[in-house]
């Protein structure tokens, strides 16, 4: 019998069939990925749920039925992010506290920034977008804001217990501090992305608040 490997050629492919859930989870990611393009292109106003399920390679409808709204999209993607971000976080941050968590959170930002482009411009479009737009939305930012402050004010607070952080420093308003230059700069990237070196900006901004912050 021959074992030339030409002769496999003939042999029909064996199709691995996927599950209802995980054909569901691969549409509803191909739609989130459809739906972060055409936001960025076009904001979130000018995106319709037949175009994301076009772009995505599935019917007009797919998308309509599925989330039965923009919003309903829009919060899925926000709630799909904010895994992603978690998970991101953890890893730079680790089990750290006090000024290295806090350094940690900024590599994290930047490196979503620079490594995950079209996701971070996608959804700080979305969140500015939401103010008045989108009420979904808006709760879910206002709440991501909470939680953004309540870990940076921790971690500022373990700093001061440690004596590693000037006991002046008040945790809550550094926390304000902090998410405002976040969400400051990168509204000003997305306004102007090549007129800001992010990577500069980062450590410019790192070595002068940890410099301020140490007691």
Same mark, same amino acid.
């Given at each position: ?16 069939? !996927?599950?209802? =859930? +995980? ?10 990925? *459809?739906?972060?393009? @055409?936001?960025? &292109? ?22 309509s039925n599925r989330f ?37 959170? !900024?590599?994290? =930002? +930047?490196?979503f920034l620079l490594n ?5 411009? *996608?959804?700080?479009? @979305?969140?500015? &977008? ?86």
């Amino acid at each position: 019998m021959s074992t030339n490997p030409s002769s496999l050629g003939t042999l029909p492919v064996e199709r691995v069939r !996927l599950t209802q =859930v +995980e054909r569901t989870a691969l549409s509803d990611a191909r739609m989130f990925e *459809a739906a972060m393009h @055409l936001i960025v &292109e076009r904001g979130t106003h000018n995106t319709t749920l037949k175009e994301v399920g076009e772009k995505a390679g599935y019917s007009r409808g797919l998308a309509s039925n599925r989330f039965g709204s923009k919003e309903v999209l829009f919060g899925h993607l926000v709630r799909d992010f904010n895994e992603k971000w978690a998970a991101e976080l953890r890893r730079f941050v680790g089990g750290n506290g006090g000024l290295a968590a806090l350094g940690g959170a !900024l590599d994290a =930002v +930047e490196f979503f920034l620079l490594n995950r482009t079209s996701q971070m411009q *996608a959804m700080y479009i @979305l969140w500015f &977008e939401s103010i008045t737009s989108y009420p979904l939305v808006r709760r879910r930012l206002a709440a991501n804001h909470i939680a953004y402050r309540r870990d940076t004010a921790r971690w500022i607070a373990q700093g001061v217990a440690s004596g590693e952080v000037d006991p002046g420093i008040d945790p809550e308003s550094f926390a304000v501090e902090f998410s405002a230059f976040i969400f400051g700069l990168v509204y000003q990237w997305l306004a102007s992305p090549h007129s800001i070196n992010l990577h500069t900006v980062f450590q410019h901004y790192r070595n002068n608040t940890l410099h301020r912050l140490k007691a």
